[in-house]
C-alpha cells in the first residue's frame, strides 16, 4: 500500500519570505502523481500544485514549487514571498495513474507571521 | 465547468440515529468518486471509492456505508451512529484516469 508521510506537523514563516514543507512518500509503482493542496479556514480543498512522476522537471506554479526526488520518493513544496492568505493546513497526496485512490499525508500547518 | 455538491454543511445527531450524506457532481460523465473523513486536526482519511454506479470500494472497516445508485450520485450513510463518527467528511471526484481530485464544501458531522 501506498503511504504519504509529512514530518512537519506545523511551521512558521515570516511574510515575504520562503519556507518549504516536506513529503515523503513510499510507493512499488513507477508510474504516479503527486499534489499538494491547501486547506485554508474556510476548511475547502484547493489543489496548489501536482507533478507527474515521469516528468524530471519540477512543476512552478506561481509563487509554488516543487523539489521532486523520485529516487528518494520526496516531494517538498517550497513558498516563496509568503502571504498572510498562504497560511492553512497543506496536504501532500499520491496517486497511482490510471485512477484508483488517493492518498493523503497527515498535513502541515503553515502559520505566515506579518 | 464541473462542480461539485454536498450537503448538507453541518450536522448534529444523537448517537443511534441514522445519517445520510449526499454528493452530486455536474458537468462530467463516469467519475471517480471518494469520500474522506478528517478528524480534527489530522489528516484525511479515505473512507470509500468508487469507479461506477454500483461500484464500492471500502477502505476500514467501519459504521459506514456508501451507495451510487446514480452516475454522479455518491452517497454516505450509517444505520446506528456512534460519537467516534463525528467528524468532517469531505466528498470529491476526479477523472477516471486523470489525475487531481475536486473536493465538495464538506460537512461537519457531530455525534452527541
Known amino acids: 500500500a501506498q503511504t504519504v508521510t509529512q514530518s512537519q506537523p506545523e511551521m512558521s514563516v515570516q511574510e515575504a519570505e520562503t519556507v518549504t514543507l516536506s513529503c515523503t512518500y513510499d510507493?512499488?509503482?513507477?508510474?504516479?502523481?503527486l499534489f499538494w493542496y491547501k486547506q485554508p479556514p474556510s476548511r475547502q480543498m484547493i489543489l496548489v500544485i501536482r507533478?507527474?512522476?515521469?516528468?524530471?522537471q519540477n512543476a512552478t506554479e506561481n509563487r509554488f514549487s516543487v523539489n521532486f526526488q523520485k529516487a528518494a520518493k520526496s516531494f517538498s513544496l517550497k513558498i516563496s514571498d509568503s502571504q498572510l492568505g498562504d497560511a492553512a493546513m497543506y496536504f501532500c497526496a499520491y496517486r497511482r495513474r490510471g485512477g484508483g485512490d488517493m492518498r493523503f499525508g497527515a498535513g502541515t500547518r503553515l502559520t505566515v507571521k506579518p | 465547468s464541473q462542480t461539485i455538491h454536498q450537503w448538507p454543511a453541518t450536522l448534529v445527531q444523537p448517537v443511534g440515529s441514522p445519517l445520510s450524506l449526499e454528493c452530486t457532481v455536474e458537468?462530467?460523465?463516469?467519475?471517480?468518486l471518494y469520500w474522506y473523513r478528517q478528524a480534527a486536526g489530522r489528516g484525511l482519511q479515505l473512507l470509500f471509492y468508487?469507479?461506477?454506479?454500483?461500484?464500492i470500494s471500502s477502505e476500514v472497516p467501519q459504521n459506514l456505508s456508501a451507495s451510487r445508485p446514480q452516475d454522479r450520485q455518491f452517497i454516505l450513510s450509517s444505520k446506528k451512529l456512534l460519537l467516534s463518527d463525528s467528524g468532517f467528511y469531505l466528498c470529491a471526484w476526479s477523472v477516471r484516469g486523470d489525475r487531481e481530485a475536486f473536493f465538495g464544501q464538506g460537512t461537519r458531522l457531530t455525534v452527541v
Open positions: 510507493t512499488s509503482e513507477s508510474d504516479y502523481y
Open positions: 507533478q507527474e512522476a515521469y516528468k524530471q
Open positions: 458537468g462530467t460523465s463516469n467519475p471517480n
Open positions: 468508487s469507479v461506477g454506479i454500483g461500484q
